[in-house]
Structures are given as C-alpha cells and as structure tokens.
C-alpha cells in the first residue's frame, strides 16, 4: 500500500510541482515583459508613473503600478478539493484521478503604500487562484472584474499568451478597483496606538472585489 501510495499519488503531486513552478516561472517572464512594454509606452506621456517588477524570492514576486501592488504567491504544497467541486464531474478529471489534484498560484491586490509604510492591518483582496495540473493545464477562479474568457481546462495548457492575458487582466482588476475614503464618523475619534502604528489614520480602502460564483452556481459562475 506505501509502494503503490508512492507511485501513484505521491510521484503526481511531484510531476504537478514542477508544472506549478513551470507556470510561477512563465508569470515571471511574461510579468517583466509587460512592465518593461508599459513603461516604454507610458515614460514619454508622463515619466512619473512608475511601473515595477519586484522579485522576493522563489515563490513570490510583485508587481507595483501607481498606488496598486499585486502580489504573485505560489505555494509550495499540492492541493485538491471536496467532492462536490465543479471540476470534478467532469470528464477530463473522471478520466484520470491524478487530475483531481492541483498546484495553486494565487494573486492578491494591495495598495503599493500598504507595504512601504508597513501598515498591518490593511487587507489585500484576492484577484485570483490559478490552478495547476499535472497535464501543465491551468484553471482560473477569478473575480468577476478579470474578464477572463470562458475556457475549458481539457483544452488550455499552459502557455505564455495565457499568462500574459492573466496577469494583465490581474492588473486591469486592480486599477478599476478604486480608493474609497472612510465616512468621517470612523476618523473621529483615534488611540495613540492606531496613531503611532498606522502612521496615516485617515486612510481609505479598497472596495475589494465580488468573484464570479457569488451570485451564480458554482458550476456557472466560474471561469472555464
């Protein structure tokens, strides 16, 4: 049972690591890419706007454009989901177990300020979850603002024009998601704490986003 739990299961969750980091490794090359087109485009209409591509470490790397920051994570483990999760009635995955099982990259919005005057208690909202196979196909659950394509994961493997419009439309996201000042009736009144930990206490925040299955079934209202 250990021998045959080896070679089945375990062996696939390697092969879909090294997928995942295969696509980690492609969102770096299409991810600098652009920055380096936009920038190109942008420096001569107003050289103010800066556009950056910051790499971490091995499973993180930024983007910052104006006041927004997206975050690029790819975790380390391999995953799967109950049961009942859409993806797994069909017959791509009924045909194969090992497709049942998913390497994650995961994109988040910020604001750029968030970081660079170390706010903890400001949220980043999910753009994003990219999943892996071990077919190097990749499925996207988004938010509704990705405008992402319908797609099938049977039918889309991996490749840098899929990236590219990922992580584009990551960032378009995150543009159209706006700064929204806080009713005056929360900055009345601040602690000493909130003044010397928050450094700007009058701060707005993001709306966030609705994701595609929240008004829909979970079957319709994801990206395919």
Known sequence: ????????????????????EATFDCLRK?????????????????????????P??????????????????????????????PLFNTKYVLDD?????????????FMADSIKYQRMNDPGYLVGRLLVNIDHHYFIEGVKQLEMPDHDMADDPVTDDAMRLF???AMIAAVNN????????????????QKVENQQVSRGSKVGFSFRNEQRSAFDGLSY
């Open 1 to 20: 049972m250990i021998f045959e739990g080896l070679k089945q299961k375990s062996s696939a969750k390697q092969s879909i690591f090294r997928n995942t």
């Open 178 to 193: 706006d700064l929204i000042a806080p009713p005056i009736q929360d900055i009345q009144k601040i602690s000493v704490k």
């Open 30 to 54: 299409v991810s600098q890419e652009l920055v380096v087109e936009l920038t190109r485009r942008l420096s001569p209409l107003d050289s103010s706007v800066l556009i950056e591509y910051r």
């Open 97 to 109: 177990f090992r497709r049942r099982f998913f390497g994650h990259i995961m994109a988040y919005n």
């Open 167 to 169: 992580v584009e439309s």
């Open 56 to 85: 971490i470490n091995e499973l993180e790397f930024h983007i910052k454009f104006s006041g927004d920051l997206l975050v690029f994570v790819m975790h380390s483990n391999i995953i799967t989901f109950p049961d009942d999760f």
